[in-house]
């Protein structure tokens, strides 16, 4: 049972442009996470999704940042006009319906904005 | 404000000793808890929980201890091992929610 799949690894955009993460949870799971850790922080809450339904977006920056989850096909974080300050490790967990006090966590996509 | 805290950030300990991990919350609405390990470039994986109406969980080397009192929570590894230096998050769970909320993390060093 393959775990929670993020890509891609590492992305490098210049200020400006678009970054699109990728977020394939584990199978069966239903409900998705997504948590920014930036330099010497800790993980932040940024999104809540299940299949085509946003649950809490409490955490997401007003502006320029968006995420989904279709009913087929993985979660995307999608960040318009990258700037410096969005440089960080993006996180996505997963969490079966059942069971979401317990998340399990993809090994992130590093994003690096020149 | 930050209803999760780990307000230590690093921990160093010596190998065969004990490490004590600790994390206070805030909001009382918090009923499960959870502590994850990172790895350098990897991503955080579940270590041990604790449901609110406990006051301890133990799992082999680890023991979470809830005090809920005093909203706080501690994880000790015992006896600590060197592959134990990672950073620890504490993760506090809000059932009506659906969702945990993590503390910044504790980077313990086991030293051999």
């Known amino acids: 049972n393959a775990g929670v799949m993020q890509n891609p690894r590492h992305l490098v955009r210049r200020r400006g442009q678009e970054a699109r993460l990728r977020c394939s949870p584990m199978k069966g799971h239903s409900h998705v996470y997504w948590y920014r850790q930036l330099p010497e922080e800790g993980l932040k809450f940024m999104v809540y999704l299940q299949k085509e339904n946003i649950i809490d977006e409490s955490g997401m920056p007003k502006e320029r940042f968006s995420a989904e989850f279709p009913k087929e096909g993985p979660s995307i974080l999608r960040i318009q006009q990258v700037v410096r300050g969005d440089s960080a490790a993006y996180f996505c967990?997963?969490?079966?319906?059942?069971?979401?006090?317990?998340?399990?966590f993809g090994p992130g996509t590093r994003l690096t904005v020149l | 404000d930050q209803q999760v805290k780990q307000n230590s950030p690093s921990l160093s300990v010596q190998e065969g000793r004990i490490s004590i991990l600790n994390c206070d919350y805030t909001n009382s609405m918090f009923d499960y808890f959870l502590w994850y390990k990172k790895y350098p470039a990897e991503g955080p994986t579940f270590l041990i929980s604790?449901?609110?109406?406990?006051d301890k969980n133990e799992d082999g080397r680890f023991t979470v201890f809830l005090n809920k009192s005093a909203k706080h929570l501690s994880l000790h590894i015992v006896p600590s091992q060197p592959g134990d230096s990672a950073v620890y998050f504490c993760?506090?769970?809000?059932?009506?929610?659906?969702?945990?909320?993590f503390g910044d993390g504790t980077t313990l060093t086991v030293k051999p």
């Open positions: 967990a997963s969490s079966p319906i059942d069971s979401t006090d317990t998340q399990y």
């Open positions: 604790i449901s609110s109406i406990k």
């Open positions: 993760a506090a769970y809000n059932t009506n929610a659906g969702k945990s909320t």
